[in-house]
Nanobody, 128 residues
């Protein structure tokens, strides 16, 4: 049974950093993309980062580009989201999600309908 188990998150001051983890099992991560998305109260869900585990390529939403970095630990089948220079508007529940990469990889990673599996979510709060 495919599973994505998240960890990390918490409360951090503006300008601080956090790292989220998404540990995967039950499927071969090499053939999947892992996308991070978030949802803040009263706002629509936003896809912010995608890593294509076929080739290691990544893509990011403009709102997080140059601040957030997705990466993978091959030995642990875990994907990470390193978040730097955090802002209050980054406050949200963060989720990781997996989809078969196929030929499209991270193209249209913002289409949330494509994801088969999702983590349980973790709260990130950026506040002074």
């Amino acid at each position: 049974q495919p599973q994505l188990v998240q960890s990390g998150g918490g409360v951090v001051q503006p300008g601080g950093s956090l790292r989220l983890s998404c540990a995967t099992s039950g499927f071969t991560l090499d053939y999947y993309v892992i996308t991070w998305f978030r949802q803040a109260p009263g706002k629509e869900r936003e896809a912010i980062s995608c890593i294509n585990n076929q080739d290691g390529s990544t893509d990011y939403a403009d709102s997080v580009k140059s601040r957030f970095t997705a990466s993978r630990d091959n030995d642990e089948n875990t994907v990470y989201l390193q978040m730097n220079s955090l802002k209050p508007e980054d406050t949200a529940v963060y989720y990781c999600a997996a989809d078969w990469a196929g030929p499209r990889g991270c193209v249209d990673f913002g289409d949330l309908r494509r994801y088969d599996y999702r983590g349980q979510g973790t709260q990130v709060t950026v506040s002074s």
